[in-house]
Each structure stands twice: as structure tokens, then as C-alpha cells.
């Protein structure tokens, strides 16, 4: 068994209930918990909602190409409509962490791009694990975790597994 780590966005539709969802349908890949549920402030073009944001940790045998492929999949089931590049979207399921493997492939970097930027995402990946670490870094003393200001929209029992 792999642990892995998703994150998820939405910020287009009933996000809460988008997310939901998905995270419920994760639950037939493997062993799911997420995170407390957080709104968060657009990065990227300021004209777009607030989006909410969570992480799950997803325990699987899948390769992560197939994981890959599986959460592209529950991203079209969910409607995804993608509006512009760095704009709002109906769901987006990124792949941040996979075991402590390393990956460059075409289609996916693991680590996701931008998890030590995120504070959307780190947050919630400290929710399920508190002493989380990349590349030696403990991820709770990250000067934006500490800076952070998101707001808690629900207990992790949003997604109600
Ligand atoms: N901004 C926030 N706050 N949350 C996201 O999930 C998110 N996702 C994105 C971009 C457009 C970068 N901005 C985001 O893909």
C-alpha cells in the first residue's frame, strides 16, 4: 500500500457537494480521510469566486499513472469545466505526494508543482499529518503556513465517508 496525497479545488457549482462526492468515489480506490474543509482566496486572476479546498490521503496499490488516470476521470464525471488558464474550475484533483517517490513524466510531477507555495494546500495536508515532510523541510514551520489565513469551512467530517 502507497500512501498518497490529493488535493482538491473547486470554485465553479456546489463545491462542497462536488467534493464531496469525489471524495466518496475515491473511496472505492483505496482507504480515504480528508482533511477539514477550507475556503480559500483565488491565486491567479482575482475576478474568479473564492474557491474551497481540501486534501485527502488516499492509501492504494495503483501505479500513479493509473491513480493519475482515475482522478482525471472522476475530474469529467464531476462536469469539470475549465474556464481559463489559471481561472475558476469545477474540480480539480492534483496528485501532490506519492509514497516519498519523485516522478517526471509528461504527465505528471510528483511532487505537485507549488505544494511549498500553497498554503491551501499545505494546510490541509498538515491537518492529516502534522509532522509532513518534502525534501528534509517539516512542513509546519513553513513561514506560509505560520502567515496563513484561510478560513475553516468544516471539520473532516465534510465529506462524510
Ligand atoms: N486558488 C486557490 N485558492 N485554490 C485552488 O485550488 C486553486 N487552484 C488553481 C489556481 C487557479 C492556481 N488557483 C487556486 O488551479
Known sequence: MIKTYVGLGSNLGDSR????EAVQKMAQIGSVQA????????????DQPNYHNAVVVLETE???LDLL????ALEQEAGRV????????????????????QIQHPRL?????????RDF????????????????QSLKDLEIVKQSNLTV????????L
Open 17 to 20: 457537494q462536488i467534493m464531496a
Open 35 to 46: 482533511s477539514r474543509l477550507y475556503q480559500s482566496p483565488p491565486m491567479g486572476p482575482q
Open 62 to 64: 495503483l501505479a500513479p
Open 69 to 72: 488516470d482515475r482522478l482525471q
Open 82 to 101: 475549465r474556464l481559463r488558464h489559471w481561472g475558476e474550475r469545477t474540480l480539480d484533483l492534483d496528485l501532490l505526494l506519492y509514497g516519498n517517490e
Open 109 to 117: 510531477t510528483v511532487p505537485h508543482v507549488g505544494v511549498l507555495e
Open 121 to 136: 494546500v499545505l494546510l490541509p495536508l498538515l491537518d492529516l499529518d502534522a509532522d509532513l515532510q518534502l525534501n528534509g
Open 153 to 160: 469551512l468544516a471539520d473532516a467530517n465534510w465529506a462524510a
